[in-house]
């Protein structure tokens, strides 16, 4: 099976940063697409940014300047490096992997998806 372990999350002031970062385990061949979301208390799971190997990356209106996604295909790995962090940007932030090759049990699968379990980004005084 494959794996996502979040990292960075926590407790942060207005005007603050933090980077989030996502790992892939397994017995992974390759990751399609690779990127996170936010779901605030009350509210639905939304995009915040994704990056597709040799594409821009895409981002929500919400988060254009402020923050920046990147990855290292070598170590599976995404980062979300957020600066000028606002009260609105509180949620849990989960990673995505999409259109994931991988071996499991001697058997190949290829396209699927999977999320990690989430990390809280809280911004508050």
């Known amino acids: 099976q494959v794996q996502l372990a979040e990292s960075g999350g926590g407790l942060v002031q207005p005007g603050g940063s933090l980077r989030l970062s996502c790992t892939a385990s397994?017995?992974?061949?390759?990751?399609?697409?690779m990127g996170w979301y936010r779901q605030a208390p009350g509210q639905q799971r939304e995009l915040v940014a994704t990056?597709?190997?040799?594409?821009?990356?895409i981002y929500a209106d919400s988060v254009k300047g402020r923050f920046t996604i990147s990855r290292d295909h070598p170590k599976k790995t995404v980062y979300l490096q957020m600066n000028n962090l606002q009260r609105d940007d509180t949620a849990v932030y989960y990673c995505?992997?999409?259109?994931?090759?991988?071996?499991?049990?001697?058997?190949?699968?290829?396209?699927?998806?999977?999320w990690g379990q989430g990390t809280l980004v809280t911004v508050s005084t």
């Open positions: 397994g017995d992974i061949v390759g990751i399609g697409l």
């Open positions: 990056l597709s190997g040799g594409r821009a990356p």
């Open positions: 995505n992997a999409e259109n994931v090759d991988y071996f499991s049990d001697s058997r190949r699968y290829r396209g699927l998806e999977f």
